[in-house]
Structure formats: structure tokens, C-alpha cells
């Protein structure tokens, strides 16, 4: 038993993509200016704003995504359960 829970826990492991880094200098001058970057308009309760959004990486089963967003000022009430587990890391505002 012990041997199955070691050889699970190791495919866990391997199944895990290595980070994919971004530097703070790329995130400074020009990260928006990559292939792949969608722009769109997000209408929150502060009226509309123009969002960029780059998918940075992705995992083979699209379970794990990491990417940048940004936007101007907005504002959301989450009033429902949010169907994603999410990790935001803001850069500036709040």
C-alpha cells in the first residue's frame, strides 16, 4: 500500500508544469505587446474599462492557468458562490 500511495504521490508530482517565469522588467515595458494578448471591454458597477489579458501558461488538461490582467478602474460585488479558485497578486490599485 505504501508503494502505491509513493508511486501516486510521484505522477502528482510530474503531472505539475514547472512555472513558466516573467521578470518584473517584461511586466514593466511591453508584456501587452505579445502575440495572444485579447483585449476586450469589462462593464462593472464603475461603468466600462478596457482590459488586456495574456494566458502566460496553461496546463496540458487546461486545469491550471497562470496569466496579466489589466484594467482600469472597476468594481464587482461577487454576491454567488465563484465557480473558480483563484489567486490574484495586484501589481497596483486594490
Same mark, same amino acid.
Given at each position: 500500500m505504501g508503494l502505491l500511495a509513493s508511486?501516486? &504521490?510521484m505522477l502528482a508530482v510530474a503531472a505539475v508544469p514547472a512555472p513558466k517565469l516573467l521578470d518584473a522588467g517584461e511586466l514593466r515595458t511591453g508584456v501587452f505587446d505579445r502575440e495572444g494578448v485579447e483585449s476586450s471591454t469589462e462593464? &462593472? %458597477? /464603475?461603468? %466600462? /474599462?478596457q482590459a488586456l489579458d495574456l494566458l502566460?501558461?496553461? &496546463?496540458a488538461d487546461s486545469c491550471l492557468q497562470t496569466g496579466v490582467y489589466e484594467i482600469g478602474p472597476n468594481r464587482y460585488t461577487v454576491d454567488e458562490p465563484y465557480p473558480y479558485d483563484e489567486l490574484m497578486s495586484f501589481i497596483q490599485g486594490g
Open positions: 508511486c501516486l &504521490s462593464i &462593472s %458597477e /464603475a461603468g %466600462e /474599462a502566460w501558461q496553461q &496546463s
